[in-house]
């Protein structure tokens, strides 16, 4: 069982509508029944002290989610440098849809992340374009989302580790929907589906590519790690 924190904005569903009638609780509130009942879940959102990551939260935090998209810049730095910190230490990574322009996927990307989009509810197909890892396992070929937010290429991150899902959009465009990184000790993934509008965290499929990607980002035991002056072997003994 994961330690996973959520954090959410908890912007759009205050100040919206339309987002209300679909995450009345939030969105983190969402994600978080997703995932409760095989992990100890808490939630953190933007207007919380320390936006709610604290050093002991971090400290005790396996697997964080991110989900973020207009209010960015209102993170603080030195939550950023924490966030980071705990990602080359080993804590596990998931960047959900508009999350691609935070700071700290920016940070840990070293690119700016931009991105083409269209805001269309068109159909999207996320085919499956390595079956084999383990953020796959269970699903079909592909998963068919009715209505969504377009994201296309070019999307300017580095190449991913590993790629796990391709999208393709009635518009006839296409996108890096599922990326795998390593940075320092902890594994990244970056998840296109989310938009705000629509209930995308209620689909079946994209509730088990939640639940597969905590799984693979959760730390693993290792072999230790030193760094800085180390004595030779004649002065140890």
Same mark, same amino acid.
């Given at each position: +069982?994961?330690?996973?924190?959520?954090?959410? *904005?908890?912007?759009?569903?205050? *100040?919206?509508?339309?987002? *209300?009638?679909?995450?009345?609780?939030?969105?983190?509130?969402?994600?978080?029944?997703?995932?409760?009942?095989?992990?100890?879940?808490?939630?953190? @959102? !933007?207007?919380?002290? &320390?936006?709610?990551?604290?050093?002991?939260? %971090?400290?005790?935090?396996?697997? $964080? !989610?991110?989900?973020?998209?207009?209010?960015?810049?209102?993170?603080?730095?030195?939550?950023?440098?924490?966030?980071?910190?705990?990602?080359?230490?080993? +804590?596990?990574?998931?960047?959900?849809?508009?999350?691609?322009?935070?700071?700290?996927?920016?940070?840990? =990307?070293?690119?700016?992340?931009? %991105?083409?989009?269209?805001?269309?509810?068109?159909?999207?197909? !996320?085919?499956?374009?390595?079956?084999?890892?383990?953020?796959?396992?269970?699903?079909? *070929?592909?998963? &068919?989302?009715?209505?969504?937010? =377009? #994201?296309?290429?070019?999307?300017?991150?580095?190449?991913?580790?590993? $790629?796990?899902?391709?999208?393709?959009?009635?518009?006839?465009?296409?996108?890096?929907?599922?990326?795998?990184?390593?940075?320092?000790?902890?594994?990244?993934?970056?998840?296109?589906?989310?938009?705000? @509008? $629509?209930?995308? #965290?209620?689909?079946?499929?994209?509730?088990?590519?939640?639940?597969?990607?905590?799984?693979?980002?959760?730390?693993?035991?290792?072999?230790?790690? @030193?760094?800085?002056?180390?004595?030779?072997?004649?002065?140890?003994?």
């Amino acid at each position: +069982m994961a330690a996973v924190t959520i954090w959410n *904005e908890y912007r759009h569903e205050r *100040e919206n509508e339309a987002v *209300e009638a679909v995450y009345p609780d939030g969105i983190h509130e969402a994600l978080a029944s997703v995932l409760e009942a095989d992990h100890d879940v808490r939630t953190a @959102t !933007l207007d919380e002290p &320390e936006h709610g990551l604290t050093e002991p939260v %971090l400290e005790s935090t396996d697997v $964080l !989610l991110w989900w973020g998209h207009k209010a960015h810049d209102e993170v603080a730095d030195e939550v950023v440098d924490r966030v980071q910190d705990r990602v080359l230490e080993g +804590m596990g990574l998931l960047v959900l849809h508009s999350g691609h322009y935070s700071k700290i996927f920016k940070r840990l =990307m070293g690119t700016s992340c931009s %991105l083409q989009w269209r805001e269309d509810d068109g159909l999207e197909r !996320l085919w499956v374009v390595d079956p084999g890892h383990p953020i796959a396992a269970g699903l079909d *070929e592909y998963i &068919e989302l009715p209505k969504t937010e =377009m #994201y296309g290429e070019p999307f300017d991150i580095p190449e991913p580790d590993r $790629l796990v899902f391709s999208s393709w959009f009635e518009g006839g465009e296409v996108f890096r929907s599922g990326c795998c990184y390593r940075r320092g000790s902890g594994r990244i993934f970056y998840f296109r589906p989310g938009h705000e @509008t $629509l209930p995308i #965290y209620e689909h079946e499929d994209v509730k088990r590519v939640l639940r597969n990607a905590v799984e693979w980002a959760e730390p693993r035991a290792c072999a230790p790690r @030193t760094f800085g002056n180390r004595t030779t072997a004649a002065n140890e003994e």
